[in-house]
Nanobody, 122 residues
Framework: QVQLVESGGGLVQPGGSLRLSCAVSGSFSSITTMGWYRQAPGKQRELVATITSGGRANYADSVKGRFTISRDNAKNTVYLQMNNQKPEDTAVYYC????????????????WGQGTQVTVSS
């Protein structure tokens, strides 16, 4: 059983900062890509940032230069540092991990966290 537990959401003023964390636990062989997605009310879930196991990051244009994704492979944890936040960053943020299990075959499965609310408001 694989679980993703997110933390770090909350209320922040415009221009402020928050740091999200997502820890993966359970039985698996490895984790490939990890990422953060968000869903605002009435909108579809959208990609925020992803990072490969080798540390290559990819960002949505809307967050480039403000958000930084990182990961600690030893802790199976991914982080999202959000700076200079804007009201349009308000959403539920979800982490995703592509978890690999090797038995008689190699199986990669997407797992999602439960989501954490981020509200940017004065």
């Amino acid at each position: 059983q694989v679980q993703l537990v997110e933390s770090g959401g909350g209320l922040v003023q415009p221009g402020g900062s928050l740091r999200l964390s997502c820890a993966v636990s359970g039985s698996f062989s490895s984790i490939t890509t990890m990422g953060w997605y968000r869903q605002a009310p009435g909108k579809q879930r959208e990609l925020v940032a992803t990072i490969t196991s080798g540390g290559r990051a990819n960002y949505a244009d809307s967050v480039k230069g403000r958000f930084t994704i990182s990961r600690d492979n030893a802790k199976n944890t991914v982080y999202l540092q959000m700076n200079n936040q804007k009201p349009e960053d308000t959403a539920v943020y979800y982490c995703k991990a592509v978890v690999v299990v090797v038995t008689t075959k190699i199986q990669a499965t997407d797992y999602w966290g439960q989501g954490t609310q981020v509200t940017v408001s004065s």
